[in-house]
């Protein structure tokens, strides 16, 4: 009962601040629908200043509309790029924002934040994603392991002597782990993720076709016609730009198997990863990957076919988890909503280093 009181007026927030998308969620909400805060991690300013639009609330989404297409005097930007706090002050206002919405603008106590890093972040990075939860107005923050809140998200039996291996494809990093016993045992961090599949479809359309277009435009074909195995349904669209010698505007059309080969060799960093960290396992843990398979979470797991090529790669069964974007910040949710059972996964924040 006293629990429930305190969360009430004091809920725990559990915090996934990635490159592409921001996720806050609510510990111990029992609405039947419950909040999760989903956002574009995108900043509107004034040009030339450091003022945030519409009086600080131009974040997430209104913001993100802006990319690419803002109007004269506004600027639209992304304050986290690779994976690491790139602007302070604007990730700070996001994050106020965004922490307001989870709180439902309730004030009183300051509340405690559990935070998903990556284990590729230095201790300098890592301190620089607590100080601006700390200043946008969260109270305590601790650190969890993001790789092992994407397998407790996903369902893996991360607890039990058994090998799960775990694959989150964000926006910039690709994380791979193998858990067991709720430890690491071996895994892999590197900066390659949906942001290069981006400019790798960026840079071939301007060396085949000659036309010069934004990474959101980019991004929305990777989207729209993107895969990383042939598909049933091949797929064409239409892709608008500048032409790079005639400097007028033009479109061509673009093929699914078009952009599967440009997609080639960032993939072939994600698949390089996954194997270099079974290859550290042992014999027996290998086994239990090869009966097990991969769980792919994070937005990339959604690109068309990547289950199937990387499964087709590594001779492995591969799934994709549930709602994949959100797998690290419900996992996150869960360790708050059971501290006891997961106490030994948190890290303070004063330990960030």
């Given at each position: 009962m006293w629990r429930r009181l305190t969360r009430s007026v004091r809920p725990d927030l559990a915090v996934d601040l990635g490159s592409a998308r921001c996720r806050v969620a609510v510990a111990g909400d029992r609405s039947p629908v419950p909040r999760l805060i989903d956002e574009p991690t995108v900043v509107a300013v004034a040009r030339g200043g450091r003022r945030v639009l519409g009086r600080g609330a131009a974040?997430?989404?209104?913001?993100?509309?802006?990319?690419?297409?803002?109007?004269?005097?506004?600027?639209?930007?992304?304050?986290?790029?690779?994976?690491?706090?790139?602007?302070?002050?604007?990730?700070?206002?996001?994050?106020?924002?965004?922490?307001?919405?989870?709180?439902?603008?309730?004030?009183?106590?300051?509340?405690?934040?559990?935070?998903?890093?990556?284990?590729?972040?230095?201790?300098?990075?890592?301190?620089?994603?607590?100080?601006v939860l700390e200043r946008a107005g969260a109270g305590s923050v601790r650190l969890l392991d993001s790789a092992r809140a994407a397998a407790l998200g996903a369902g893996l039996?991360?607890?039990?002597?058994?090998?799960?291996?775990?694959?989150?494809?964000?926006?910039?990093?690709?994380?791979?782990?193998?858990?067991?016993?709720?430890?690491?045992?071996?895994?892999?961090?590197?900066?390659?993720?949906?942001?290069d599949w981006a400019v790798a479809v960026r840079d071939h359309l301007r060396a085949v076709h000659g036309l010069k277009i934004g990474d959101e435009t980019a991004a929305r074909v990777v989207h729209e016609v993107g895969s990383a195995a042939r598909v049933a349904d091949e797929e064409t669209t239409q892709v608008s730009g500048l032409d790079v010698a005639g400097r007028v505007p033009r479109t061509v059309a673009v093929t699914s198997e078009e952009i599967r080969d440009a997609l080639a060799d960032p993939l072939e960093k994600i698949v390089t990863a996954i194997a270099e960290a079974v290859e550290d396992c042992g014999t027996e843990l290998v086994a239990d990957l090869a009966r097990g398979g991969l769980t792919l979470c994070g937005g990339g797991a959604n690109l068309r076919g990547l289950d199937r090529c990387l499964s087709e790669r590594l001779n492995l069964p591969v799934r994709v988890a549930s709602n994949p974007g959100a797998a690290a910040v419900r996992g996150a949710v869960t360790v708050l909503e059971n501290r006891d059972v997961w106490r030994h996964w948190l890290a303070p924040a004063a330990r960030a280093a």
């Open positions: 974040v997430g989404r209104l913001a993100h509309q802006m990319l690419g297409r803002t109007p004269a005097g506004v600027d639209a930007v992304r304050p986290i790029v690779g994976g690491v706090v790139a602007d302070f002050d604007l990730a700070e206002a996001l994050m106020a924002v965004l922490i307001d919405k989870a709180r439902r603008g309730r004030r009183g106590p300051r509340s405690r934040v559990l935070l998903t890093v990556a284990d590729g972040l230095t201790p300098v990075e890592r301190r620089a994603a607590v100080g039996p991360v607890s039990e002597p058994v090998a799960s291996l775990i694959c989150t494809v964000g926006a910039a990093t690709c994380e791979v782990a193998v858990l067991s016993l709720g430890d690491r045992i071996a895994g892999r961090s590197v900066r390659t993720g949906g942001d």
